[in-house]
Structures are given as structure tokens and as C-alpha cells.
């Protein structure tokens, strides 16, 4: 490798903001929030999705709703929803 090309290499800490669960790994991410975990300072990132809370990894589907997203489309594509449902 070629030095001093490289982006920085630390630990970060990711925080799944809908389960809670933390994963310690090494990344190049940053945040302004930083706390140590087992004896080691690393970053804090939160994501909204990570493999405890992916439907694909958790085996349960769910709809996440953001801003009535699902509501609006229920709404619009009602009728097409009926007549397809009658055929």
C-alpha cells in the first residue's frame, strides 16, 4: 500500500437506533460522538437499519412508515386495490 493515501482506520462503534444492539468494528466513518467501549475510544454512528433489525436477517417483515408514506399510497391506489381484488 502507498502511504499517507489511505483514509484513517479507527474503531467505531455502530448503534442500531431501532434495536439498541451496538457492534464494535474498525472503519473509516467518524461522528462527533466518541465513548470507550471495552478499554478501547471509539466513534459512535447510528444507523437506522443493521442485521438485527433487517427483516431479511430477523425473518419478520415489517412496514416501516415514515410520514404516512403507506397510509397515502392505501389511499390513492384504493380503488385500483378493489377492482383488482374483484377480478
Known sequence: ???EIHP???PVVFVDIS??????TR???TSEERREVDGVE???VRVEVSSSSHPYF??????VDS???VERFRRRYAQHLQDSDDG
Open 27 to 29: 472503519s473509516t466513518l
Open 67 to 69: 410520514a404516512g408514506q
Open 42 to 44: 471509539a466513534y459512535v
Open 58 to 63: 430477523t425473518g419478520e417483515q415489517r412496514i
Open 19 to 24: 434495536t439498541g444492539e451496538e457492534f464494535l
Open 1 to 3: 500500500m502507498k502511504p
Open 8 to 10: 484513517e482506520y479507527h
